[in-house]
Every structure is written in structure tokens, then in C-alpha cells.
């Protein structure tokens, strides 16, 4: 048997690559609705994050998700994945 590739994607905020299952993607709508996407299938510019805290706050504090939307991201956009992202990793506790 053939072993598949396992796709690989970069942290926005420890800049290491792992397994994309592995990373949290998160998506610009074309409507410009930035969201979490859990499935990794929503309809959007994605980008990718590891499922804690740390690295979200150094993709905050380095503009990860502006150079990676190309277009600036406001504060409350920040606070609201922030919170989702809590409730994911709530979940998986």
C-alpha cells in the first residue's frame, strides 16, 4: 500500500508546520465574516492556528491574521475568536 501524505500547515503563532488535522483553521466568509471553522471545509480565505492560547496571543501580538487576510483585523474580532476558541478547548477538556 501506498502511504498517503499527510497535509502540513503553518502556526500563524509558533511558526512550526504540523499535521493540518492538528490546527485550528480560521476563516474569512467572502463576506468578510472572520469565524473558527472546525470542520475545515467553510467557504473562505483560511488560515491556521494551534489550539492554544499562546499561540494565539503571539499571532496577535506579530499581526499573523492581518499579513495572512491582507487587510487589517479589528480588536473585537480578536476578543470574539479569543472566546471561541476558549469554548473549543472547554469542549475538549
Known sequence: MKTRK???RMC???QKSR???ELIRIVRSPEGVFSID???KK???GAYICPNRDCFEAARKS???ERSFKQTVASS???RLAQELDSL???ED
Open 19 to 21: 499535521p493540518k488535522r
Open 38 to 40: 472546525t470542520t475545515g
Open 43 to 45: 467557504a473562505g480565505r
Open 12 to 14: 500563524l503563532g509558533c
Open 6 to 8: 499527510i497535509p502540513q
Open 77 to 79: 474580532v480578536y476578543e
Open 89 to 91: 478547548h472547554g469542549e
Open 63 to 65: 499581526h499573523g491574521l
